[in-house]
């Protein structure tokens, strides 16, 4: 890694950060705000009927077991695992991470983002953009693979993707939430996790400045690409099928006449994009945490 680079390693994240950001907005700006986007969002909601009897059941115990005693305890964990490491500054970032992921998400769903009634019927008529149970779980499992050993980090990222797509699609499964409401809080802990790791890189890069023998790390001590560039490419295949399902239901015009195979499309279609969103998120904070890893070891 070339001084250069290391320099400004803090760009990158910070530039995934504001990516994040304006995804949110914008994925608000579609489905929230458009007759067309309030359409697919309102057929995949009650396509989620059709798994309802199934699973709902099943995913709402844990899904209430979400509550702000819970997220505060999620903190002190994390955190915790910061402090027995020792990076002391890593702990406080993360607790940081998880609360203003939280907090961002109710300023955001209650006080900035508006819903207009776009389209004749829909299961829920207020704004429930983005989702807050999907933060809570989500910015628990970015906050994971921030503090989370070097050797177990791909282990926690894995683990992570799925409880965030457990979480995700238990409210969309129950019928709480819409898919776009799931993919708004995943881009929100995705934003917030990228953004602390560039806070660590301008850290990283203060102490560089004080440290002396800055040598590369040897090669063999480098992390894999394997597990993030598998989960970044699942998360695009999902992706890719969310689209398939949304060009298959994009001529729908009215809720009332859709059909069970449209309902159904729609459904799928949605929990494969919610999916594919937390996994290739996720692969991707895997992948930069690594590289910022590699760095801050030499500096501890």
């Not at 699973?55 to 402090?83: H, Y």
């Not at 006080?111 to 429930?128: A, I, K, Q, T």
């Not at 099928?241 to 309902?263: I, K, L, N, P």
Request: hydrophobic fraction near 55%; include cysteine.
């Amino acid at each position: 890694m070339t001084s250069f680079s290391r320099e400004w390693r803090w760009v990158r994240p910070l530039l995934l950060a504001l990516a994040s950001g304006v995804a949110t907005l914008g994925v608000w700006r579609f489905f929230v705000v458009t007759t067309r986007g309030q359409l697919l969002d309102s057929i995949a909601y009650l396509g989620a009927a059709i798994g309802q009897s199934h699973v709902a059941d099943r995913l709402q115990r844990v899904l209430e077991t979400v509550s702000v005693g819970a997220i505060a305890l999620v903190m002190l964990l994390v955190a915790l695992v910061a402090v027995l490491r020792r990076r002391w500054m890593l702990a406080l970032e993360a607790a940081a991470l998880v609360a203003a992921a939280n907090l961002s998400t109710r300023v955001l769903k209650y006080h900035l983002l508006y819903r207009p009634l776009l389209v004749d019927w829909e299961g829920l008529h207020h704004n429930s953009y983005p989702s807050g149970h999907t933060t809570a779980a989500g910015s628990a499992m970015v906050a994971a693979v921030l503090v989370a050993p070097r050797s177990l980090r791909a282990p926690v990222a894995m683990l992570g993707a799925l409880v965030m797509m457990l979480f995700g699609y238990g409210t969309l499964a129950a019928q709480w939430h819409r898919p776009s409401d799931v993919v708004g809080a995943y881009l929100v802990c995705f934003a917030w996790a990228f953004g602390a790791l560039a806070v660590g890189a301008l850290r990283q890069r203060v102490l560089a400045s004080r440290t002396w023998g800055d040598s590369p790390r040897p090669e063999a001590d480098r992390p894999s690409r394997a597990v993030p560039g598998l989960m970044v490419l699942l998360g695009c295949i999902a992706t890719g099928v969310a689209a398939v399902c949304g060009w298959a239901t994009w001529q729908v015009d009215d809720v009332f006449t859709t059909v069970f195979s449209e309902q159904l499309i729609a459904y799928l279609g949605g929990a494969a994009g919610l999916c594919g969103v937390a996994m290739a998120g996720m692969g991707v904070l895997l992948r930069l945490v690594q590289l910022h890893d590699a760095r801050a070891a030499a500096l501890i």
